[in-house]
């Protein structure tokens, strides 16, 4: 079990999303939520949906009992209570905890493996020096040892209700996604996505969020900025620090005085949404 120091104060948004209630630097990514893609940033990460795809991090990473992973991981430290499907690297440590299963190769300074956890493949215990040459293989070796120049956050262990009962996932200022996101889920975006954004549930993009993508949702708040076409089965709201260049279309567009759309607009009938 874990959770992160730092606890900020709830926020609530437009379309009764409340924001989870979460430390400073870490996001969460809800058991509702699918990502096909690369995962990366310098935050702290707490999982409970599918990745399917690589996680870079000069962060921590905690992998709730509902996650889904199939991939390489890269972080300072480890906690896994789902499935994992790949390779796990470690700065510091990794734990397995009694609902983990993982099938792949770990490397790590120290592990823990509690009793109940599933483990099928290889560990190699490593100090610096030969943890810095098993990452030479990396593609994104660069980046990542750019990262971990920031400063990475402390964990402590305890407390699962603190992931058990969140409305809507959360991709943190210094999170980023490159590539597909999905599922069942509200999501708010302080960080960055490049790719195709369709949910069933809404989306916010804060005022540090940054799409490089067309979105897809029921209903969509942008305080930040979008690059590509826009579709709300809702309501469409822009407000005066948003920016989207695309085009955009919805039952509802309400474009506050300072905002900025460049594009062509749709209103959609009621007819036509599902």
């Known amino acids: ?18 924001k989870v209630t979460l430390p400073d630097g870490t996001a969460y990514i809800g058991k509702n939520l699918i990502i ?11 999982a409970m949906g ?14 709730g009992d509902t996650s889904k992973i199939s991939g390489k991981i890269h972080a300072g430290k480890i906690f896994v209570s789902g499935f994992i499907e790949g390779t796990l690297f470690a700065s510091e440590r990794i734990s397995l905890e009694k609902t983990a299963k ?49 400063t990475p956050a ?22 980023r996604v490159d590539g597909n996101v999905g599922g069942n889920e509200s999501v708010i975006v302080e960080g960055f996505i490049k790719g195709l954004i369709s949910l069933k549930g ?4 804060g005022s540090t969020g940054v799409l490089e ?34 085009d955009i279309s919805a039952r509802s567009i309400d474009i506050k005085e300072g905002a900025l759309f460049e594009g ?4 959609m009938s009621s007819v036509s949404v599902s």
């Open 1 to 18: 079990m874990l959770f992160f120091t730092k606890k900020k104060n709830e926020e609530k948004y437009l379309f009764d999303i409340k």
């Open 264 to 267: 062509r607009s749709h209103m």
């Open 36 to 46: 096909d893609g690369i995962v990366s940033g310098s935050d702290n990460i707490i």
């Open 50 to 63: 599918s990745i399917n795809g690589d996680v870079e991090l000069s962060g921590d990473i905690k992998i």
């Open 102 to 150: 993982m099938k792949g190769v770990i490397i790590a300074k120290r592990l823990s493996i509690e009793e109940g956890a599933v483990f099928d493949g290889e560990a190699r215990m490593s100090g610096n020096s030969e943890s810095d040459n098993l990452l030479k293989d990396n593609e994104n070796i660069n980046s990542f040892k750019e990262l971990r120049k920031n």
């Open 202 to 205: 809404n989306i916010i993009v």
């Open 213 to 246: 993508a067309d979105v897809e949702a029921d209903n969509i708040s942008v305080l930040g900025k979008i690059s590509g076409n826009v579709c709300a089965r809702q309501q469409l709201v822009i407000q005066p620090s948003g920016k989207i260049q695309g």
């Open 154 to 175: 402390e964990v402590v262990e305890e407390a699962n209700d603190f992931i058990s009962n969140k409305t809507a996932s959360f991709i943190s200022r210094n999170s």
